[in-house]
């Protein structure tokens, strides 16, 4: 019963591929997130959507693109992956405003 | 945008011993959260704040959020191994708690 979950846990490619990153929560919340974790482990937003509408888009290549069908998926496509692209990613979620609940993140590496 | 200053960077402590920690911001919050990560984890929420002035706690842990809104402090009293994490203040970014800025986040280790 994890309450936001994302797939995979691991992710290892090559320079140039494109990837798909997915995220669900059954916590019956309407908002869901993307944060990149860096190196140094500093938390920084990327994305947010409320009942599906973007909210939040931050300074991000457009080689980012968020993808919503619901309000319990939140997936992410990363275009032409680049050395710089590897960090953790995090979806999180939440009802409305409240604090926010993260998923236990998706490790990419660019070879 | 607004940066939240968080220290100490890292704590190395015995177990048992007390440990605070604090966040500065550079502009006035209306919520203060703290979240711990453990390794190969994600972020907890441990404590929300909400009023200035107002101290919360959680098992061993109190949380306060500064009467100028402008701080938060975070203390866990008689420590155990399994604290080990790191440990993040969050605040809404332009006032908004859909946008988070998280601090760089305290390292802690607990010594057995």
């Known amino acids: 019963d994890t309450a936001v979950s994302q797939t995979p846990k691991y992710l290892v490619t090559q320079m140039g591929n494109d990837k798909s990153i997915k995220c669900e929560q059954n916590l019956g919340h309407d908002t869901m997130y993307w944060y990149k974790q860096d190196s140094k482990k500093f938390l920084k937003i990327m994305f947010s959507y409320n009942n599906k509408e973007l909210i939040i888009n931050e300074t991000v290549p457009n080689r980012f693109s968020p993808k919503s069908p619901d309000k319990a998926h939140l997936n992410l496509h990363i275009n032409s992956l680049e050395l710089g692209d590897s960090a953790v990613y995090f979806c999180?979620?939440?009802?409305?405003?409240?604090?926010?609940?993260f998923g236990d993140g998706t490790r990419l590496s660019i070879l | 945008g607004q940066q939240l200053n968080q220290s100490p960077q890292s704590m190395f402590i015995q177990e048992g011993e007390d440990v605070s920690m604090n966040c500065t911001s550079s502009?006035?919050?209306?919520?203060w959260l703290w979240y711990k990560q453990e390794p190969g984890e994600g972020p907890v929420l441990l404590i929300a704040?909400?009023?200035?002035?107002e101290l919360t706690s959680n098992g061993r842990l109190t949380a306060q959020f500064g009467i100028t809104r402008k701080d938060s402090f975070l203390n866990i009293s008689a420590s155990i191994p399994s604290d080990v994490g790191i440990y993040f203040c969050a605040g809404p970014s332009g006032g908004s708690n859909y946008k988070l800025t998280f601090g760089k986040g305290t390292l802690l280790t607990v010594n057995p």
């Open positions: 502009s006035i919050f209306n919520t």
């Open positions: 704040l909400y009023k200035a002035g």
């Open positions: 999180a979620s939440s009802r409305q405003q409240e604090p926010q609940h």
